[in-house]
């Protein structure tokens, strides 16, 4: 038997019912765009807001980007961000974690993404949650289009997409780009 579930508009915020449906950054958008969320740059932590992830940012251990984790006492998610990290870091920290939070939730409780090993592959998760940040924050569509129209030097394109160089760089990789500095 399928079962509908309504988003309630009037309360701004999202249902664990909405959460339970998306499972892949294009209906992560989707929803978000639903919301009244631009996509570019993707509002990542009013989005999380959104989805009843209290997302706060603090000074945590320097190679510490972030940490997603399930509070016991409420069932709640939350997300701890560097408060120390430039502004870009933090943007894919939090759409990091929200790729934690879609893919991997029912596997454990917490999360805990450090510097060190977040550009190393040392997991399935790891790979996942990088991808599911790069799709939400450079959305393949709008970064295609961008380079068609003439928008394609890193440092411009990593501006309007609110990102690092490097992450940048690595999406224009995974997506077969090269030249202009990709």
Not at 54 to 82: A, H
């Amino acid at each position: 038997m399928a079962v509908i579930r309504r988003y309630d508009r009037r309360c701004g915020s999202a249902n664990v019912a909405d959460s339970d449906l998306i499972n892949t950054p294009e209906k992560l958008l989707r929803f978000a765009i639903q919301k009244g969320f631009a996509s570019i740059p993707l509002d990542g932590e009013g989005l999380a807001k959104a989805l009843n992830i209290e997302v706060r940012k603090q000074e945590l251990q320097d190679d510490l980007s972030g940490v997603l984790r399930k509070i016991p006492e409420s069932g709640k998610w939350e997300m701890l961000i560097n408060a120390q990290h430039h502004p870009n870091r933090q943007r894919y920290t939090i759409a990091h974690e929200l790729g934690h939070y879609f893919l991997h939730r029912h596997l454990q409780v917490e999360f805990q993404d450090r510097i060190f090993f977040r550009g190393a592959e040392n997991s399935k998760e790891e790979v996942q949650a990088n991808s599911f940040a790069s799709e939400i924050l450079m959305p393949e569509v709008d970064f295609r289009r961008m380079v068609r129209e003439g928008k394609n030097k890193v440092n411009d394109l990593s501006q309007e997409f609110g990102v690092s160089t490097l992450a940048l760089r690595i999406r224009a990789k995974n997506l077969g780009m090269s030249g202009h500095g990709l």
